[in-house]
């Protein structure tokens, strides 16, 4: 930006001509500039047309001001739920986001991460796919990397998420606890520790029961899936008495199926399902549900990356973080 530009606005606004910079190349926070100073300054540049230049700025600074984020499926309502509070807080906090969906492919993770690589990202926030971290861990050598929602057991990549294996066993004991004794879990991307942790909880609020039936099939976090996997068991003998789908798409597909089949909930199969989504209370009946905090997850994995960027000790970051879900009780079980 010009010199006369920032002296421009100075006058405008009344404030120095190194607040309009601070705030103009989005350190208005690092400064503790106060957002209605802040959003004068903006507003005024508007007005002058002024436009970042990034790459001038990268020269300068070694530092694009970028975020690379990558997530598995854009279409399914708790990425999209997730991205949007990501990039409300990496905006907050300075940061502009490159966002890319990978798919739940691993080769279009890795195009994605390498597009974000040739773009000089300062840093990058991944939802991952497949099974190795190997890709992550070498890139994080580069530039920060902070995994949200899934991440790698034996990997030291810092990660944010949720406590699947609570709310997973905090569903299933719900239903047991209402009577339910033949439960079926329809399960998401075999690949995702989020999946198994859900399927561990299950399995283990079985084993703490006598006299239970369970069984849990699927393979992916779609609708699709959910539909196949009711259209599989409504067609068999041993008709289970409550269903616990492992996501909100899932949940979608199985109702489907069940409402097809000219069954009602809950009075002939009772459901819940892990996410929570706003519509799910507009459905008849309203699902119960596993919340996760994700407005948390988001604060927390985007201040950790902004943290790392920053050049934070390991000693003053909490590498990983599991946050414990919540049980959002309705009339479907």
Do not use: W
Not at 49 to 56: E, F, S
Not at 82 to 90: A, K
Not at 195 to 205: I, P, S, T
Not at 231 to 251: H, M, T, W, Y
């Amino acid at each position: 930006m010009s010199k006369n530009t920032l002296n421009t606005i100075s006058e405008q606004t009344g404030v120095s001509v190194s607040t309009v910079s601070r705030v103009l190349s989005g350190q208005a926070e690092k400064y503790r500039i106060s957002p209605v100073t802040a959003g004068k300054i903006r507003e005024a540049a508007e007005q002058c047309g002024y436009i970042p230049d990034l790459v001038a700025k990268g020269l300068r600074t070694r530092r694009t001001g970028t975020v690379g984020l990558t997530i598995p499926n854009i279409d399914n309502p708790f990425f999209s739920s997730l991205s949007c509070i990501l990039v409300s807080e990496l905006k907050r906090l300075g940061l502009h986001v490159l966002l890319a969906d990978s798919m739940e492919l691993e080769k279009e993770e890795s195009e994605a991460l390498n597009m974000f690589i040739s773009r000089r990202v300062d840093g990058i926030i991944a939802v991952p796919v497949g099974e190795s971290a190997s890709e992550l861990e070498r890139i994080s050598t580069r530039i920060p990397v902070v995994l949200v929602d899934r991440y790698f057991p034996e990997s030291k990549l810092p990660f944010v998420g949720t406590d699947n294996y609570h709310g997973a066993y905090m569903a299933v004991d719900y239903l047991i606890g209402r009577g339910y004794r033949n439960i079926l879990g329809i399960q998401g991307n075999l690949t995702a520790v989020s999946n198994r942790e859900r399927v561990r909880g299950m399995e283990d609020a079985i084993a703490a029961h006598s006299g239970m039936r369970s069984r849990v099939d699927g393979d992916s976090f779609s609708v699709e899936n959910g539909k196949t996997i009711m259209e599989k068991i409504l067609s068999g003998k041993d008709r289970p008495d409550a269903v616990f789908a492992f996501s909100s798409n899932i949940l979608l597909g199985a109702i489907m199926i069940i409402r097809e089949a000219g069954l009602r909930i809950p009075e002939d199969i009772a459901i819940l399902s892990f996410d929570n989504n706003g519509f799910l209370d507009y459905l008849d009946p309203a699902i119960t549900r596993v919340e996760q905090p994700l407005p948390e997850i988001g604060r927390l994995a985007a201040t950790l990356l902004f943290d790392l960027m920053e050049g934070k000790s390991s000693d003053e970051i909490t590498k990983g973080t599991l946050l414990s879900p919540s049980l959002v009780i309705r009339n479907s079980c």
